[in-house]
C-alpha cells in the first residue's frame, strides 16, 4: 500500500491558492482513478482506492501546512508501512511556475509542511513531488503562497497538477525513474 498526501490548508480562504497546490494535484489523482476523498481519518480527509493495482490512500491533512506532519505521521502508524511507502505532493516557490521536481528523497529546502513531515517521520527518506508557483520577490512570502495564481499562471498550474498526478502513479507502480523522465521539467 502506498499513501499519497497532497499538502494544504483547509478551508475556502485557502482554495486554489499557491500554498495549495499539493491539495489540487491530489484532486486530480483522485479524479483519474475515481477515487472519494472524503472520509474523515487521522485529521485529513482521505480516501481508499487503486492505482495500477496497487491499493493507496489519499490524504489531504487538515492540520494546516506547517502541521502536516501529525496526519500524515498518525496514517504510516496505522497502516505500519515504511516511510518509503509515502509519496507528498506540494508547492515549492524556488521553482518557476508549472515547472515539477521529483525526487526520491531529500530535505525539507524552505517549505514548513515538509520540515514537520521530515521531523514527524525521522526522515526524508521518501519520493516527493514538488510543483513550482514561482515567487514575486516584492510580496511578503506568505502573502504570495496564500493568493490565487493569475490567468496565465493557472494555466501553467493546471498542467503541472495534471503531470504530478500521472508522476504520482507511476510511482505507485514502482516506477520513479519514468515519471522523472516523462514529467520532470
Known amino acids: 500500500m502506498h499513501i499519497i498526501a497532497g499538502l494544504g490548508n483547509p478551508g475556502l ?3 486554489k491558492t499557491r500554498h495549495n497546490s499539493g491539495f489540487q494535484a491530489l484532486d486530480c489523482l483522485a479524479e483519474a482513478h475515481k477515487i472519494s476523498v472524503k472520509q474523515k481519518k487521522f485529521s485529513a480527509l482521505c480516501g481508499e482506492g487503486t492505482i495500477n493495482g496497487e491499493r493507496v490512500l489519499l490524504l489531504k491533512p487538515q492540520t494546516y501546512m506547517n502541521r ?3 496526519a500524515i505521521g498518525a496514517a504510516l502508524r496505522y497502516y505500519n508501512l515504511p516511510t518509503q511507502n509515502l509519496i507528498v505532493l506540494y508547492d515549492d516557490v524556488d521553482l518557476p ?20 513531515i521530515i521531523a514527524c517521520l525521522g526522515g526524508g527518506d521518501f519520493p516527493r513531488l514538488r510543483i513550482g508557483v514561482g515567487q514575486d520577490k516584492e510580496l511578503v512570502l506568505a502573502d504570495y503562497v496564500l493568493k490565487r495564481p493569475g ?19 507511476l510511482i505507485v507502480r514502482g516506477e ?10
Open 13 to 15: 480562504s485557502y482554495k
Open 68 to 70: 502536516s506532519g501529525d
Open 97 to 116: 511556475v508549472g515547472t515539477l521536481r521529483i525526487r526520491e528523497r531529500g530535505s525539507a529546502g524552505t517549505h514548513n509542511g515538509m520540515r514537520h
Open 151 to 169: 490567468k496565465d499562471e493557472q494555466a501553467l498550474l493546471t498542467e503541472a497538477f495534471q503531470a504530478a498526478a500521472a508522476a504520482a502513479a
Open 176 to 185: 520513479l525513474h519514468k515519471a522523472q523522465e516523462l514529467y520532470q521539467r
